[in-house]
């Protein structure tokens, strides 16, 4: 099956300083990307979409400002949480698809905490 | 907008026993595909099952398979012969089918954690 990875895993970072989350496609291409964020006991909540080439979309309340995202290939979409503060530790998950396919494949997610 | 509903945020079950987990939608398009995805501590999210909506058979993958009522919009989801590694997080998954599938995400339900008792 289709495999996507996320680097690191887990990052402790200090309030102030940016963090940037790599999501890759490992053995297809994916012009779409998604980038999710779930709090402890809670279900997956979509952020953006990340479109290969073009701007991402931001779901309703996500700051575009505070979480960049960048796709530049069809294999490598991040995430920066730029200024981190306390309450954006959480732990964070992309997804994609081989395109054409409506399967979607996760990555094991990043756990972020910034201190 | 699409919403998946699971109205139990907790289950148990007996080891070797059978469970059932509920799953609504509600979407005013026909064609469209289901999930269910189950997250064990580790947070991996792991396909255990798909539905296609056109498809009026149930989807059945070794001791899980789908109760899909597409008319009462309902799809749920059979645990036979539980096993302690069945415990996790499973939540509820709607894809539209419109455009382009591969543009868009998922729409989760709000997961059901269920135990597994030995």
């Known amino acids: 099956g289709a495999v996507v990875s996320q680097h690191p895993s887990w990052v402790i970072c200090k309030s102030g300083t940016s963090v940037k989350i790599e999501c890759r496609s490992l053995?297809?291409?994916?012009?779409?990307m998604f980038w999710y964020r779930q709090f402890p006991k809670q279900s997956l909540m979509l952020m953006a979409t990340?479109?290969?080439?073009?701007?991402?979309?931001?779901e309703q309340g996500v700051e575009k400002d505070k979480f960049l995202i960048n796709h530049a290939s069809l294999t490598l979409s991040t995430l920066t949480v730029t200024s981190a503060h306390p309450e954006d530790s959480s732990f964070y998950i992309c997804?994609?698809?081989?395109?054409?396919?409506?399967?979607?494949?996760f990555g094991p997610g990043t756990r972020l905490t910034v201190t | 907008a699409q919403t998946v509903t699971q109205s139990q945020p907790e289950m148990s079950v007996q080891e070797a026993e059978t469970v059932t987990l509920s799953c609504t939608y509600d979407?005013?398009?026909?064609?469209?595909?289901l999930f269910w995805y189950k997250q064990p501590p580790s947070r991996q999210m792991i396909l255990v099952i798909r539905?296609?909506?056109?498809?009026?058979q149930n989807a059945t993958e070794n001791r899980f398979s789908v109760n899909f009522q597409k008319a009462a919009k309902s799809f749920s989801l059979k645990i036979s012969d539980s096993q302690l590694g069945d415990a996790a997080m499973y939540f509820c998954?709607?894809?539209?089918?419109?455009?382009?599938?591969?543009?868009?995400?998922?729409?989760f339900g709000k997961g059901t954690r269920l135990s597994v008792i030995a």
């Open positions: 997804s994609a698809s081989p395109d054409g396919s409506y399967e979607q494949y």
């Open positions: 053995d297809f291409q994916a012009t779409t």
């Open positions: 990340s479109n290969e080439g073009s701007k991402a979309t931001y």
């Open positions: 979407t005013s398009e026909s064609d469209y595909y």
């Open positions: 539905q296609e909506a056109y498809k009026q």
């Open positions: 998954a709607y894809r539209t089918t419109i455009q382009d599938s591969g543009n868009t995400p998922l729409v």
